[in-house]
């Protein structure tokens, strides 16, 4: 089956350490993103990547860190300069073509708990 | 910058009745526009989208909206609601990015709950 898995579902970390969310998608897309989503808030873009080994800060970057060294793959670290990591996280991937849009397709997203 | 503003953040609903979910959108250029679905602790899943041709679109789930650009809206509907419809409900507003790609910007999202 194609689609977008996300690793693990369920998160916990103390206060002060880094965190690696994974994110795989076999629908052979080049695009992928990572989202953050708060109660009341939507989805807001942390990163997106279009093309291996390049990516760009979304509207809310800082305190996270990603690499896109495989098209399939597109982690997302949250570190200790994050002040409020405690959220649910979503990654979502497309084709890219130019002049239309490319529909985004979301994974199951991992919840992640600071304590 | 576009943006998309949903009016309610919660919609109490019977079963069986009809409901209309409001967003309104802002944007300087040509829009594609979006209704997702999202059940708890789950991805979003696309209800529908409108990106040209009829303002009317039918979507998944016999949801539908209508996209009216003199007053930037795109409501979405349904005549009948079921329980399995609880859940959250997204609009969301798409731009191109540099190289091909799209940002979607999303509204707040509206909390729907079917009651018996």
């Known amino acids: 089956d194609g689609g977008i898995t996300q690793s693990p579902k369920y998160l916990f970390r103390k206060e002060g350490q880094n965190v690696t969310l994974s994110c795989e998608q076999n629908?052979?897309?080049?695009?992928m993103y990572w989202y953050r989503q708060d109660p009341g808030q939507g989805l807001r873009l942390i990163y997106y990547s279009q093309i291996v080994n390049d990516f760009q800060k979304g509207d809310i970057a800082e305190g996270y860190s990603v690499s896109r060294e495989k098209k399939e793959s597109f982690p997302l670290t949250v570190t200790s300069a994050q002040k409020n990591p405690t959220a649910f996280y979503l990654c979502?991937?497309?084709?890219?073509?130019?002049?239309?849009?490319?529909?985004?397709?979301f994974g199951p997203g991992t919840r992640l708990t600071v304590l | 910058a576009q943006s998309v503003t949903q009016l309610d953040s919660q919609v109490p609903v019977f079963e069986e009745a009809p409901v209309e979910l409001r967003c309104n959108y802002s944007s300087s250029v040509s829009v594609y526009l979006f209704w997702y679905v999202q059940y708890p602790n789950q991805g979003l899943q696309l209800l529908l989208k409108y990106l040209s041709g009829s303002t009317l679109v039918k979507g998944i789930n016999g949801f539908e909206a209508e996209f009216n650009k003199s007053q930037t809206s795109f409501h979405l509907r349904k005549p009948s609601v079921h329980i399995s419809d609880t859940a959250e409900y997204f609009c969301?507003?798409?731009?191109?990015?540099?190289?091909?790609?799209?940002?979607?910007?999303f509204g707040t999202g509206t909390q729907l709950k079917v009651e018996l």
């Open positions: 629908l052979n897309h080049d695009a």
């Open positions: 969301a507003v798409s731009e191109s990015v540099t190289g091909g790609g799209n940002k979607l910007t």
């Open positions: 979502a991937s497309s084709i890219r073509r130019t002049g239309t849009y490319n529909e985004q397709f």
